[in-house]
């Protein structure tokens, strides 16, 4: 991300720290704030340059998968669950990367297995629709494992098929408690009772 590709290039060049937004810089003994980061888009970024991993890949902690490449389609959640750190991190913005992107690095992943490492990878159901199809037009075979919430998948069980048809293996859902009350204490934004 931009603000570690500045402080690497600031301790190359020997330069101060204070202006890199999105640093906490330790001044006498004292974390000092610098102005906050906002990413933008994910689009600029290259692609990583997987063959220096390579040889670490069979150690990646992911038992069912083995070897398996990270990928990331987007980035944060506009949700804000109180026991989650992730909203606070990005300020509740969601950031998907163009699909024309993804799928052109599905396609020079040697790996068939694909941790998706999103937060939540399905907030944008039309996107997910279209990038589903795209997958299937470039005949790309891939096992997907994900992060979803449980109501995206209720509500939206016709774009799971179709994920499933095109190599969604398995997702993680969180739970958090099948009361009520302690839902909306969690602040799921989510309901136990059926909905219409
Ligand atoms: S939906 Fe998931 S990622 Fe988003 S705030 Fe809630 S727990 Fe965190």
Redesign the pocket.
């Known amino acids: 991300m931009e603000p570690f590709r500045k402080l690497l290039e600031a301790i190359d060049e020997k330069e101060g720290l204070e202006d890199i937004c999105g640093l906490a810089v330790k001044t006498s003994g004292k974390f000092v704030y610098n102005r906050s980061y906002e990413l933008q888009t994910l689009d600029n970024y290259p692609q990583p340059a997987r063959n220096l991993t390579a040889k670490h890949r069979m150690n990646y902690f992911h038992a069912h998968y083995k070897p398996v490449a990270l990928m990331r389609f987007s980035y944060g ?1 506009p ?3 109180s026991f ?1 750190v ?2 606070k991190l990005c300020k509740r913005k969601y950031i998907s990367r163009k699909n024309e992107l993804i799928v052109k690095e599905l396609s020079e992943l040697d790996n068939r297995n694909v941790y998706v490492v999103d ?2 990878a399905f907030i944008n159901i039309e996107k997910m629709k279209d990038l589903a199809d795209k997958i299937r037009e470039n005949n790309i075979n891939k096992k997907y494992h994900m992060y979803v ?1 449980s109501d995206t998948v209720a509500n939206n069980p016709a774009l799971f098929e179709k994920w499933a048809c095109i190599g969604l293996d398995s997702v993680m859902i ?1 739970l958090e408690s099948i009361f009520e009350d302690d839902l909306n204490q969690y602040n ?1 934004s989510i309901s136990s009772k059926a909905q219409d």
């Open positions: 959640c949700y804000n669950c989650c992730l909203w937060d939540e919430r969180g799921k």
